[in-house]
């Protein structure tokens, strides 16, 4: 029964807790597509904030889709991101794209809007998705199901260490501040909240560091186990 399933590999997690390393190292590892869909949400709060959108009014935000120019290109690590053919990687990390993205990402008409395009990403051999809601609603037949768990006091010390390690100034508590406020609106929205599916293996990468998640999810895969 299982390997009806089209191979997709479901991430889920909260901002931080490294599912976007994840994805990136388990597509590489196993030959399959990539989905950031943080990007696709990013990309579209960038294209409202760009165009003065009131980002809290769902019918204009959902209007924007119907013409949303995005493509992502390989790069050496990471894929490229591009929003009306320019590449919008920097502004995409940006803690406040981050901030805006996730206010998009409440309205349930942009989520409906959004499903086939990130459903279009799903090509042989298969498709590693990262994001709030892979395993829930957008592949809710996924193959394998994640959902990478991390304290908010552990995610803003990782993000506070990568700030500093790019030369850059950091605040803990403002950066642990700003990983609650996220989780809060991405837990309690109506429309598909951040939770795992009911059949998603939890993993506290707490108390684990990049490469031991990695290795245990890409043994569990290797094993064929589906929970
Ligand atoms: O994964 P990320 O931090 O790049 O995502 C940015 C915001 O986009 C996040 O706060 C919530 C939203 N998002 C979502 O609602 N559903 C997804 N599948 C991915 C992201």
Redesign the pocket.
């Known amino acids: 029964m299982k390997n009806e399933a089209p191979f997709v590999v479901a991430i889920?997690g909260p901002?931080?807790s490294g599912?976007?390393s994840l994805a990136l190292s388990v597509a590489n590892e196993l030959g399959l597509h990539l989905l950031?869909?943080?990007?696709?949400?990013?990309m579209l709060?960038l294209k409202a904030l760009r165009q003065g959108v009131d980002l809290d009014d769902e019918q204009r935000v959902d209007g924007l889709i119907d013409d949303f120019d995005i493509r992502f290109e390989a790069g050496e690590e990471l894929s490229i991101p591009f929003l009306d053919g320019v590449d919008v990687s920097a502004e995409?990390r940006q803690e406040a794209t981050?901030?805006a993205?996730?206010r998009?990402?409440?309205h349930a008409r942009v989520?409906e809007s959004l499903l086939e395009l990130?459903r279009g990403f799903l090509k042989p051999p298969g498709l590693v998705a990262?994001?709030?809601?892979?395993g829930t609603v957008?592949f809710p037949k996924a193959r394998f199901k994640f959902f990478l768990y991390a304290s908010v006091e552990i995610r803003a010390q990782r993000r506070y260490k990568q700030l500093i390690n790019m030369g850059l100034s950091a605040n803990i508590a403002d950066l642990q501040a700003d990983l609650a406020e996220?989780d809060e609106?991405?837990q309690n929205?109506s429309a598909?909240p951040?939770k795992p599916a009911e059949d998603a293996l939890v993993v506290d990468s707490s108390l684990l560091d990049m490469a031991q998640v990695t290795e245990l999810v890409l043994s569990h895969i290797r094993e064929g186990k589906t929970t």
């Open positions: 889920d901002s931080g599912k976007g950031d869909s943080g990007a696709i949400y990013r709060a995409l981050g901030d993205a996730s998009v990402a409440r989520r990130q990262d994001g709030r809601d892979m957008v996220r609106r991405d929205r598909s951040l």
